[in-house]
C-alpha cells in the first residue's frame, strides 16, 4: 500500500516534529494529495506568525496545495489564551470548535501545534479534550490531523487513536519515517523536499522497521517476486491447516497440496523448496523425511505431528531423519510463520506486523471493519472477538497490536497473530467474556460482519 493510499483509508493520523521541521507543510501535502477537499485549521501559535507561515507555504507554487488553501480556513487561539483558560477551562474551547466546524462544514480538521494548549501538569485535560475532539469527528465525520511538537502530552495521548503515526527528522535533508501504521505500507521512510519547483515525496529504500533485528534486515535480500516461484507443498489431511497455509502463502509462494503419502512422493520428486509434513497419525512417521534425505531432496521438511507438545526426543529423531524442524499441530501462529520466514530469508510477514501500532482503540465500526478487511487483503493473522466482557478497561488487558471497538452493547476485539487455540487457552482467561463469537481470518469473507 502507498502512504496516499493509507491516508485516504485513515481517520486519525499524527504528524510529530521539532520546531520548524514542517509540520504544516507536510501536512497539507497529504492533504492535498490524499485527502482533498474543505479543511479547517485550527491552530495554537498566534495568528500574525501562522498566516506568514500560509503565506510562505504558498510561495512554494504547489498547485494542489494553493488549491487546497483557497478551500481552507484557519483560525488561532487569542493572544490572551492562557487567560480565557483559567478563567473559563476547556468546555468552552470545544464548543466554540464545534460552531467552526458546524459553520465551515469541512472534510478535514487539523490540530496544529495542539501542544501548546497545555502545561505539563493538564494530562487530564488533554486527555478529556481529545476524547472530546475525536467525539467532534465522529459526529461530524472528519478526518483528523493532528501536529505536535514529539514526546509531549498530546502526542502521547493521541498515539492512543491514531491510525498513523509519521515522524519528521530535520537534519541536512528532511526526512519523514512511519513510526507505525495500522495500514501496512510498502516504504515506512521518505524525503520530502523542493525539487524543480515542486514538493516531492521520494521512497528512502532502507528500511526501517520496530522491533527488527539486524540479522533480520541483512538476511531480507530475496524479494516477494523471487520467493513467487518458489514451490511450498502441504502435506495434510487436515482441511484447517491447508486453509490456514493458503491464507497466509498464497500470494507469496506457489502452492500445491498433497492428501495421501503416495500423492505426496509424486510432488516431493519436483523438490519443493519448503514441503509442510503433517501425516494423520498422532505417533511419530517419519517415511516423507526418509525419502528427502535417501534421495538428497533440496526440499526443508516442517514436520507438524498431531500432539499438544513436542517431546525432545521426537525432535531428536524427526532432524537426524532429514526434516528441518518439527512443532506441534497446536502451534503458535507467529512462531510458525517466522519458521517460514526465516526458510526464505525474507521477514515479509514481521515487517507489516512491525509497522502496527502498540494497540489501538477505534471509535466507530464501519472504521474498525475497514481495518480489518485490510488486516484479510494483507494476509495478516488474526481472530475477531464479537461479544460482552466484564472487564472496563479492556486496552490494559490485550496483547500488542490488538485493535478494538465498543459500543453500548458489545466489545469487538481482532486479535493480532491469534487464533481460537489462542484465545481459549490463554486470551480468555484475561478479558473475561460471555456470549461471544470467534471469527478466525481464514472464515473472515464468510463469516465476516463487515459487508
Known amino acids: 500500500m502507498t502512504i496516499f493510499n493509507a491516508i485516504e483509508k485513515s481517520e486519525i493520523i499524527s504528524i510529530e516534529g521539532d ?24 491552530s495554537s501559535i498566534p495568528k500574525p506568525i501562522l498566516k506568514k507561515r500560509i503565506a510562505s507555504i504558498e510561495s512554494l507554487n504547489d498547485n494542489k496545495i494553493n488549491s487546497l488553501l483557497q478551500e481552507t480556513d484557519y483560525l488561532c487561539l487569542k493572544e490572551n489564551w492562557e487567560e480565557i483558560k483559567a478563567k473559563y477551562g476547556f468546555d ?19 490540530l496544529h501545534r495542539t501542544d501548546l494548549m497545555f502545561n505539563e501538569d493538564e494530562s487530564e485535560f488533554a486527555k478529556w479534550f481529545i476524547d472530546s475532539i475525536i467525539e467532534l469527528k465522529e459526529e461530524f465525520s472528519l478526518k483528523l490531523f493532528i501536529t505536535s511538537k514529539e514526546n509531549t502530552i498530546i502526542h502521547n495521548i493521541i498515539e492512543n487513536y491514531s ?33 524543480k519547483s515542486k514538493l516531492t515525496l521520494k521512497e528512502i529504500n532502507d528500511k526501517i522497521t520496530s522491533n527488527t533485528t539486524n540479522s533480520q534486515s541483512q538476511n531480507n535480500i530475496i524479494s516477494t ?64 523425511c526418509h525419502v528427502v534425505k535417501d534421495k538428497q531432496i533440496h526440499s526443508k521438511i516442517l514436520y507438524l505431528i498431531n500432539k499438544d507438545y513436542v517431546r525432545t526426543d521426537d525432535k531428536m529423531q524427526a532432524v537426524y531423519a532429514g526434516c528441518y524442524d518439527i512443532m506441534s499441530i497446536n502451534f503458535n501462529i507467529e512462531e510458525y510463520i517466522f519458521l517460514i520466514e526465516k526458510l526464505t530469508k525474507n521477514f515479509f510477514y514481521t515487517e507489516k506486523i512491525n509497522q502496527l501500532p502498540h494497540q489501538r482503540e477505534i471509535k466507530n ?86 459487508t
Not at 178 to 191: I, R
Not at 244 to 267: G, P, R
Not at 419 to 444: C, M, R, V
Open 19 to 42: 520546531n520548524k521541521s514542517g509540520k504544516l507543510t507536510f501536512t497539507l501535502y497529504l492533504l492535498a494529495n490524499a485527502a482533498y477537499g474543505k479543511t479547517v485549521i485550527i
Open 92 to 110: 468552552f474551547l470545544i464548543e466554540d470548535i464545534k460552531q467552526i466546524i458546524f459553520d465551515t462544514k469541512p472534510l478535514n480538521m487539523v
Open 163 to 195: 491510525d498513523i503515526d509519521f515522524e519528521i527528522i530535520n537534519d541536512k535533508e528532511r526526512v519523514i519515517v512511519v513510526k507505525s501504521s495500522l495500514f501496512p505500507l510498502k516504504t515506512l521512510k521518505y524525503k520530502f523536499s523542493l525539487e
Open 225 to 288: 517476486e523471487e520467493i513467487k516461484n518458489n514451490k511450498l507443498l502441504v502435506v495434510s489431511q487436515n482441511d484447517y491447516l491447508i486453509k490456514l497455509n493458503q491464507y497466509l502463502f498464497d500470494s507469496i509462494f506457489n502452492i500445491q497440496i498433497a492428501k495421501s503419502f503416495s500423492e505426496s512422493i509424486a510432488k516431493i520428486f519436483e523438490s519443493p523448496d519448503i514441503v509442510v509434513y503433517n501425516p494423520p497419525e498422532n505417533t511419530l512417521n517419519l517415511d516423507m
Open 365 to 450: 465500526l464501519e472504521h474498525f471493519c475497514k481495518v480489518v478487511n485490510n488486516f484479510y487483503d494483507e494476509k495478516i493473522y488474526f481472530t475477531l472477538f464479537v461479544g460482552e466482557t466484564e472487564e472496563e478497561n479492556i486496552l490494559k488487558l490485550i496483547r500488542n497490536h490488538d485493535i478494538v471497538y465498543k459500543d453500548n452493547k458489545k466489545t469487538y476485539i481482532c486479535f493480532i497473530n491469534a487464533n481460537s487455540i489462542t484465545f481459549e487457552k490463554g486470551i480468555k482467561n484475561k478479558i473475561k467474556p460471555k456470549n461471544y463469537t470467534l471469527i478466525e481470518a481464514i472464515d473472515w469473507k464468510e463469516k465476516g460482519i463487515c
